[in-house]
């Protein structure tokens, strides 16, 4: 799978049940003590702060399930003279090493 072969698309909150079983791919090799499930995933895809076409985008394999993903979040807007921007994002365990995690943060 070359990143020839992916479709790279803004999440909706219709991909929180793909997108927890990504999630839950990654921790098995990460370990980060963050479990996820398809609920706690939709109420992240729905912060109110969160434009999902604009801020995130989600990369799918030729299955369709979700090989890759990233998001960018800013601080709160409340704030003023400091501007902080928060990067995540993650690549299936068997897919990494493929330059996706690379294209995820060009697009970012």
């Not at 799978?1 to 921790?27: F, I, K, N, S």
């Not at 990067?87 to 365990?93: C, F, I, K, N, R």
């Amino acid at each position: 799978m070359d990143t020839l072969t992916l479709t790279w698309r803004g999440l909706t909150t219709d991909d929180a049940p793909a997108l927890a079983r990504l999630w839950a791919a990654v921790e098995t090799v990460e370990r980060t003590g963050e479990n996820y499930d398809a609920d706690d995933v939709a109420e992240e895809l729905a912060a109110p702060a969160l434009d999902l076409a604009r801020d995130t985008i989600g990369v799918l394999g030729p299955d369709g399930e979700f090989v890759g993903w990233g998001g960018l979040r800013g601080g709160s807007p409340d704030v003023r003279d400091v501007h902080r921007v928060w990067a995540d994002g993650a690549v299936l365990p068997a897919a990494r090493g493929r330059g996706i995690g690379r294209e995820l943060l060009r697009r970012q």
